[in-house]
Nanobody
Framework: EVQLVESGGGLVQPGGSLRLSCAAS????????IHWVRQAPGKGLEWVSK????????YYADSVKGRFTISRDNAKNTVYLQMNGLKSEDTALYYC???????????RGQGTQVTVSS
């Protein structure tokens, strides 16, 4: 059974930083691209970032490029999302996911809440 468990969310002031983690199990982690998607209150899902199976290639939405960094540790079956320079518009429930085409993913976790507010 595929399991994706996000952690690391919280309340942070504008300009602050958070690091999200996604612990994965139940599938051959090192052979999968891993994605982060998010859903802001009252809005639809937004694709945020993805990382290749080896970690060599990373991709970002324009809205987070230059502020967020995705990485992975295949020995730990874990993906990270380092978020710097947070803005109020980054407030959302953040999910890690696999098997995504845009925001349509075959599996995603329960999410971790990120709230950016003063």
């Amino acid at each position: 059974e595929v399991q994706l468990v996000e952690s690391g969310g919280g309340l942070v002031q504008p300009g602050g930083s958070l690091r999200l983690s996604c612990a994965a199990s139940g599938f051959p982690f090192s052979t999968y691209y891993i994605h982060w998607v998010r859903q802001a209150p009252g809005k639809g899902l937004e694709w945020v970032s993805k990382i290749s199976d080896s970690g060599r290639y990373t991709y970002y939405a324009d809205s987070v490029k230059g502020r967020f960094t995705i990485s992975r540790d295949n020995a730990k079956n874990t993906v990270y999302l380092q978020m710097n320079g947070l803005k109020s518009e980054d407030t959302a429930l953040y999910y890690c996911a696999i098997g995504c085409s845009g925001v349509h993913c075959s599996n995603r976790g329960q999410g971790t809440q990120v709230t950016v507010s003063s």
